[in-house]
């Protein structure tokens, strides 16, 4: 089936400027940092991401960013990261902020072929009436704002038409893959990840160890392989906490 490839810079070679990508990871749990930096290796620039945040401001998806590689996002959480705050409100990134449960729907509607759904999520906001920005001027002002969604009520309740994403490119990390594209997430880092693999139409998951066909039990699978591919192994490598809150023994 020809999925393997032998290294992250093999992996994302086809990936084009301007390219839209889907990216796992929720914080910095589940990155799949391998991708990243072979991408930013590469010298890929302005890509339109997806994916929950932006990392921070030197791991994940905030090495592309401090690099300027980055043009636009579609995320629910991005208060880790100062550069990414800062390239937002000078003008120089567009942002669209969608409710979280929202985005993991529309990456997971676009991966089953689902252009659009109906949520109550957002009703009576500016999400549902319009006039978020997304990107500003140099002035402060607002350059481009959300547009307005259409709305419908089902049993008396009112809900907005969100549409599902379906991006160029998917990148994931999995603990555990076959050379099949079968994946298995460790625990938090089955986050956005599956969703993200869904949401891509070509996808490439980055494993920490490589299985042969049959080693994973059908129903220990996570992710289906006609999801995935392309798959590379590229071991447990490091692992970060965004925030570490400790205490002393006495007090526990």
């Known amino acids: 089936m020809g999925k393997v490839f032998s290294s992250a810079t093999e992996a994302v070679a086809d990936i084009p400027d301007g390219a839209t990508l889907a990216v796992g990871g929720f914080g910095l749990c589940g990155n799949p940092m391998e991708l990243i930096r072979a991408l930013y290796d590469a010298g890929t620039t302005d890509l339109k991401v997806v994916s929950n945040n932006c990392g921070v401001d030197d791991w994940g998806l905030g090495l592309l960013l401090f690099a300027r590689r980055i043009s636009r996002m579609t ?6 990261n100062r550069e990414f705050a800062r390239q937002y409100l000078s003008g120089e990134l567009e942002v669209e902020l969608t409710p979280q449960g929202t985005l993991a729907e529309r990456l997971r ?5 689902i252009p659009a759904f109906f ?9 549902a009436e319009g006039g978020l920005p997304w990107r ?3 002035d402060g002002s607002v ?52 969703l993200c693999a869904m949401s891509g139409r070509i996808t490439i998951a980055e494993v920490e160890e490589l299985v042969e066909p049959g080693a994973i039990d059908p129903d220990d699978v996570h992710l289906p392989g006609v999801f995935v591919q392309r798959i590379l192994e590229v071991g447990a490598g490091e692992k970060r906490i965004e925030r570490i809150t400790t205490r002393s023994r006495e007090e526990a």
Do not use: M, Q
């Open 75 to 80: 995320s629910s959480y991005v208060g880790e």
């Open 109 to 113: 509607a676009g991966g089953c072929g």
């Open 119 to 127: 949520t109550p999520a957002g009703v009576g906001t500016l999400v």
């Open 136 to 138: 500003y001027a140099s």
């Open 143 to 194: 350059l481009v704002a959300s547009p307005p969604k259409e709305t419908r009520f089902y049993d008396g309740r009112e809900y907005i038409l969100e549409e599902g994403i379906a991006c160029d490119f998917g990148l994931v990390h999995a603990l555990r893959g076959d050379r099949y594209g079968n994946l298995v997430f460790n625990k938090g880092a089955r986050n956005f990840n599956p």
